[in-house]
């Protein structure tokens, strides 16, 4: 086998490990410039950003109602836009930004008679004061996921639509228990609607199956969903009694939470960046070539991805990915070019059992450490103990193709080491993980 180019350094900047860069070369695709490969993104921000920009210039036209009230709100908003957070699983939140657009999308009155603003004017002081908040951001070189931004326009001109006209008609003119309910209803409908589009954006992204994308997103906004609804609507009916008060008093219990949200994901990152950096040993002794388990780990990444694994094994997959030659620090000789798929059986499986002891030293990475302890079985199992979970025989399947592709191969080199990893499925490989594989190659 020939020498293979090493890859220099890469940043650690905590960006999802996905289809961008790594053992696969991500080429513009050729075509007019306004085909994209995420379309629902597209007709998203495009939509909402026409809406935004609709609802601005009739309300600029017709007036603003209480225009004092919309700036207050819009400030608040601009705020929680400037201090939105970014949870696991890359998302940003602005739970803040997300409550005040609640409150004044629910608004019925500041003491003083009913606020009669319109659904426009509720999607006019949202964007303006999201648009405001991202600024700074924007200056600074953070930019947005515009995906996210749109998103939560969206929402709120959705609650301002339902929630509007029924109000006037209605007369809500303060806090009632029919005012309550629709308010709390119309969250719920909403926060449905929202998840949805997120998992649709999500599956797009990452090419996954969009039921695992419905279930990992209801399951990591449910907490967060349910304290910005509540913060909203608090908003809204304390504004009736206490005027712009209740603004600032029912926006302090999220920013402590936010506070916590923010430390979680903080220490989650680190956790994350450790890891990367101990996968990175047996690169700087000699042990494998720079650059291989970053790879692993993002051919890891597609390949689960495209069989429809959920948020938390993907998780657990790309710890194992990064972490599954660290064995080889035993090694007395290191393999030639790293490559443990050219090594025996026996020296194979040996290697997985010394890098699982070390990941067990943690006490925390259990099932991470058997993961990496089975990587080598065939895909039948090995003994007593049955087929090796699925990330082992992902990881099984990377590792092969990197160990004998390399940071540079060509596509004849690629299809030939393809070609060889079909040939040894169903003995060695799992035929559904290889398939996966060629999925994601024909896709690149």
Not at 152 to 159: D, E, N, Q, T, Y
């Amino acid at each position: 086998m020939t020498q293979r180019q090493t890859e220099g350094p890469r940043p650690s900047d905590g960006r999802p490990i996905g289809p961008e860069g790594g053992a696969l070369s991500h080429q513009r695709p050729r075509g007019p410039i306004w085909r994209t490969s995420r379309p629902v993104r597209a007709i998203l921000v495009a939509a909402v950003g026409a809406i935004s920009l609709a609802a601005l210039v009739w309300t600029s036209a017709t007036g603003f109602v209480e225009p004092y009230v919309a700036l207050s709100f819009c400030l608040v908003i601009a705020v929680g836009e400037l201090v939105r957070i970014t949870l696991p699983g890359h998302r940003e939140v602005a739970p803040i930004a997300s409550a005040g657009a609640v409150g004044y999308a629910f608004l019925l009155s500041l003491g003083e008679g009913p606020s009669l603003h319109s659904p426009w004017q509720v999607v006019a002081v949202v964007a303006c004061g999201v648009a405001v908040g991202e600024l700074p951001h924007i200056a600074v070189g953070r930019a947005p996921r515009v995906e996210d931004v749109a998103r939560r326009v969206l929402s709120a001109g959705l609650l301002a639509i339902g929630f509007r006209p029924l109000a006037e008609r209605l007369d809500f003119s303060g806090p009632s228990v029919t005012a309550t309910l629709l308010m709390f209803t119309l969250v719920l409908a909403v926060w449905g609607i929202d998840g949805l589009l997120a998992a649709l954006l999500r599956a797009e992204r990452l090419r996954t199956r969009l039921w695992v994308a419905v279930r990992d997103e209801m399951r990591a906004q449910f907490a967060s969903g349910v304290a910005i609804g509540s913060s909203g609507v608090l908003i809204a009916l304390s504004c009736t009694v206490t005027g712009l008060a209740g603004l600032l008093v029912f926006s302090a219990p999220l920013l402590v939470a936010q506070v916590a949200f923010r430390r979680h994901a903080e220490v989650r990152r680190t956790y994350l960046e450790t890891v990367r950096a101990l996968s990175r040993v047996t690169e700087v002794g000699g042990y494998v070539e720079n650059g291989h388990s970053r790879r692993v780990s993002r051919l890891s990444h597609l390949i689960a991805c495209e069989l429809g694994l959920a948020e938390a094994d993907l998780l657990e997959l790309e710890y194992a990915a990064l972490m599954h030659d660290i064995g080889q620090l035993s090694l007395r000789e290191p393999i030639a070019g790293g490559a443990t798929v050219l090594a025996s059986p026996r020296e194979q499986r040996r290697i997985a059992e010394l890098g699982a002891g070390i990941i067990r030293e943690t006490g925390v990475l259990d099932s991470v450490a058997e993961v990496v302890r089975r990587q080598c079985e065939p895909v039948a199992g090995d003994g007593d103990e049955g087929v090796p979970p699925l990330g082992s025989r992902i990881i099984k399947v990377a590792n092969a193709f990197d160990d004998l592709v390399g940071e540079n191969g060509d596509a004849e080199r690629r299809s030939a080491v393809l070609e060889r990893l079909r040939m040894d499925a169903g003995s060695e490989y799992d035929p559904g993980v290889v398939d996966a594989l060629a999925a994601v190659l024909e896709r690149e």
